[in-house]
C-alpha cells in the first residue's frame, strides 16, 4: 500500500480522496493554486504545496509544477479526481516515466477511450452495441450527406476529440447538416485542438444510463451497477440516481455483461464508466467510456455499500478487487443532486462570492459531499459546483421525499444556487414517474412549460 | 522569557488586535498566534493540529502580522516550485550572499525541477537583507527566497 499520495485536484473530490487515503493510512499531501489557499483540500491534508496563482493552465492543469510537487514531497503516487488532468493521457504517462504512480488506468488506455471514434471501433470489434452512425471519421460534408441519408435523420456530428457534452451539433435535413457540419470541424479544432468529426443517428428522448465498472491489475472486471444521469443542461448532469427507473432486472444484466465486454476490450484497469443510451423501445447503445472515477460515483456507493475510491487507490497499489460480481447487489435507491453557484432564474448565471451563512442537511439517509464552510469565499476561475446532496432510501419514492426533504433543510446566503431548481425538479410529475429523457430539463425550463 | 512576560505579549496581541506575533529573543524563537475569526464553524472539524506543512505556511489574507521587515523591504519570490539551490553546483560559491547588492537581471539562484536547473533572476535592484530558505530545501509557487532592500 501507498504511504504516501499527491492529490493533483481542488474542491470536494479532492477532499473525498485525502479522506479515503486517511482511512487507509496514507499521509496526503495537497496542492493548490493562489486562490484556494483556504481551502478545505489544503488544511486535511498532512502537506500543502502552493503550485501557481489562479488560473488553472498555471495551477492544475501544471504538469511541471505537479510533478515538480510531487518530488519534493516524495509521493508514491498521485490521484487525478475528475476533470484536469484525470483523462490526460500526457500526464499519466509523465508520472509512469517519472515512477510515480499515476491512479487511474495506463495512458495508453486513456488515450484509446479518449478518441472517441478509436472508442467506438474497439467496441465494434467486441460486439457491444453502437449507435448507427459513420464507420469512424467523415471526412467531407459529402460524405457527412450519404451517411446522414443512410441512418435518417435526426443526425448529430460529434467531436473525436470532445466530450463532457461539448462540440455537439443535432441536425434534422441535409441543409442544416451542410452548414453544421464545417462549422462543427471549426469548434472542435479550437476546443480540443482536432477537426475530426464523426456523425451519429440522434436518438430520441434517450435516457443516459451509465455502468460504474472496476477492474484490477489481474485481469478481474466486474460492473457495480447502472446510474441514470438522464437529468441535463447542456449535457451537463445535474441530478443521477440509482438504480435507473427503467431498466428491468434482465436489462441490467445485459447492459451489465456489455459493460464488462467493452472494458476488458479496452485492456481496464481502475473504475471507469461505460455511457450508454437507452432508447424508449429499451434498445441500448454504446456512447463513450470514461476513464476516471466521476463526480456521481457516490450514488453507486450508496446503492452497493462500496467505496470506490478506497478500492480505486486499493487496485492501484496492486491488490485483487475485494468482491466478485456476485458479491454485488443494488441495496434501495440513491440519488444525487449536484449543487452549483449559479443562479437558475438569471440564465444560471455564476454566482461566486463569500458564504456568510450556511446550513448543510442532514439525518438518516442523507449524505453532503462538499468542501464549502461558513466564510468560505467561492473563486470564479473554476466550476460552479460548491456541493454533492446524496441521500439513500428504501426505494425510490423514500429516497425522493428524503431528498426533499434534505434540500429545503440546505441555507446558503448570500449565494445564489441551483438547490431551489432541484426541489421543483423532484416535485415534477414527469420525475416522480420515472418518465425523463434527457430532454427533461430543458423543457421544464422554458418559461411556457408546467411543471 | 517567563509566564509574566508571556502573559504580557498575550495582553499586547489582544489589545491590540494582533493574530500572529514571532520573536526572537537572545537564542530563543516563540511564535504565538490567535485562531482567526474566519476559521470555519462547527459544522466541519477542522485538525489545524494535525496540518504541517512541509513548507512555511503563507500567512492567511486578511490577518494582521506583525512583522519585523520595514515596509521598503521588497522579495524575490519563486516563480515555480521546486528544490532552491543558493549555487551552481556543490562546489561552487553560492551566487549571492547576505550584504550584497544585486543588479535587475542578476542570476540569484537556482529551483530545480524533474532533474532541470532553472536559473532565478532578480527583477529588481537591491542589497540582500535576508535568505529564508536554506539551501537544498523545497520551494513552493510564491514562496520567499530573498528579501532585499532598495539602493
Known amino acids: 500500500m501507498f504511504s504516501k499520495i499527491l492529490i493533483a485536484n481542488r474542491g470536494e473530490i479532492a477532499l473525498r480522496i485525502i479522506r479515503a487515503c486517511r482511512e487507509l493510512d496514507i499521509q496526503t499531501v495537497a496542492v493548490y493554486s493562489e486562490a484556494d489557499r483556504n481551502s478545505l483540500h489544503v488544511r486535511f491534508a498532512d502537506e500543502a504545496v502552493c503550485i501557481g496563482p489562479a488560473p488553472s493552465s498555471e495551477s492544475y492543469l501544471n504538469i511541471p509544477a505537479i510533478i515538480a510537487a510531487a518530488e519534493i514531497t516524495d509521493v508514491e503516487a498521485i490521484h487525478p479526481g475528475y476533470g484536469f488532468l484525470a483523462e490526460n493521457a500526457h500526464f499519466a504517462e509523465i508520472c509512469a516515466s517519472c515512477n510515480i504512480t499515476f491512479i487511474g488506468p495506463a495512458s495508453e488506455t486513456i488515450r484509446s477511450m479518449g478518441d472517441k471514434v478509436v472508442a467506438k471501433e474497439t467496441m465494434r470489434k467486441m460486439g457491444v452495441p453502437l449507435t448507427p452512425g459513420s464507420d469512424g471519421v467523415v471526412p467531407t460534408k459529402e460524405e457527412a450527406l450519404k451517411i446522414a441519408q443512410q441512418i435518417k435523420y435526426p443526425v448529430i456530428i460529434k467531436a473525436a476529440s470532445g466530450g463532457g457534452g461539448k462540440g455537439m451539433r443535432v441536425c434534422h435535413n441535409d441543409v442544416s447538416l451542410i452548414s453544421s457540419f464545417m462549422m462543427a470541424k471549426n469548434e472542435a479544432e479550437a476546443n480540443f485542438g482536432n477537426p475530426d468529426v464523426y456523425i451519429e443517428k440522434y436518438i430520441e428522448d434517450p435516457r443516459h444510463v451509465e455502468f460504474q465498472i472496476v477492474a484490477d491489475h489481474y485481469g478481474n472486471v466486474i460492473h457495480l451497477g447502472e446510474r441514470d444521469c438522464s437529468i441535463q443542461r447542456r449535457h451537463q448532469k445535474l441530478l443521477e440516481e440509482s438504480p435507473s427507473p427503467v431498466l ?5 444484466k445485459k447492459m451489465g455483461e456489455a459493460a464488462v465486454k467493452a472494458a476488458k476490450a479496452a485492456n481496464y484497469v481502475s473504475m471507469g464508466t461505460i455511457e450508454f443510451l437507452v432508447d424508449s423501445s429499451g434498445e441500448f447503445y454504446f456512447m463513450e467510456m470514461n476513464t476516471r472515477i466521476q463526480v456521481e460515483h457516490p450514488v453507486t456507493e450508496m446503492v452497493t455499500g462500496i467505496d470506490l475510491v478506497k478500492e480505486q487507490i486499493r487496485i492501484a497499489a496492486g491488490e485483487k478487487l475485494s468482491f466478485k460480481q456476485d458479491d454485488v447487489k443494488l441495496q434501495g435507491a440513491a440519488i444525487e443532486c449536484r449543487i452549483n453557484a449559479e443562479d437558475p432564474d438569471n440564465n444560471f448565471m455564476p454566482s461566486p462570492g463569500k458564504i456568510e451563512e450556511l446550513h448543510l442537511p442532514g439525518g438518516y439517509g442523507v449524505r453532503i459531499d462538499t468542501h464549502i464552510y461558513n466564510g468560505y469565499e467561492i473563486c470564479p476561475f473554476y466550476d460552479s459546483m460548491v456541493a454533492k446532496l446524496i441521500v439513500h432510501g428504501r426505494d425510490r419514492a423514500e429516497a425522493i421525499r428524503i431528498m426533499g426533504r434534505a434540500l ?3 441555507y446558503i446566503s448570500p449565494i445564489k444556487t441551483t438547490i431551489g431548481l432541484h426541489s421543483r425538479i423532484l416535485s415534477n410529475q414527469l420525475f416522480l414517474d420515472g418518465k425523463v429523457s434527457t430532454h427533461f430539463l430543458e423543457k421544464m425550463l422554458k418559461p411556457d412549460t408546467i411543471s | 522569557m517567563n509566564l509574566k512576560e508571556l502573559r504580557e505579549i498575550i495582553k499586547l496581541m ?23 475569526s474566519s476559521v470555519p464553524e462547527a459544522t466541519v472539524t477542522i485538525p489545524t493540529t494535525q496540518y504541517q506543512s512541509v513548507l512555511p505556511q503563507q500567512p492567511v489574507q486578511g490577518q494582521t502580522e506583525v512583522s519585523s521587515k520595514p515596509a521598503n523591504r521588497k522579495e524575490i519570490t519563486s516563480p515555480m516550485v521546486g528544490t532552491f539551490y543558493r549555487a551552481p553546483s556543490p562546489d561552487s560559491p553560492p551566487y549571492v550572499e547576505v550584504g550584497e547588492i544585486v543588479e535587475v537581471g542578476q542570476v540569484v539562484c537556482i529551483v530545480e525541477a524533474m532533474k532541470l536547473m532553472n536559473e532565478i533572476k532578480s527583477e529588481i535592484k537591491g542589497k540582500i537583507v535576508e535568505i529564508p530558505v536554506e539551501n537544498a530545501h523545497p520551494v513552493e509557487y510564491g514562496q520567499t527566497l530573498f528579501v532585499l532592500e532598495p539602493v
Open chain 1, 248 to 252: 428491468t432486472e434482465q436489462l441490467r
Open chain 1, 408 to 410: 429545503e433543510e440546505f
Open chain 2, 14 to 36: 489582544n489589545d491590540n488586535e494582533l493574530s500572529e506575533v514571532e520573536l526572537e529573543h537572545e537564542g530563543t524563537k516563540i511564535k504565538l498566534k490567535k485562531l482567526s
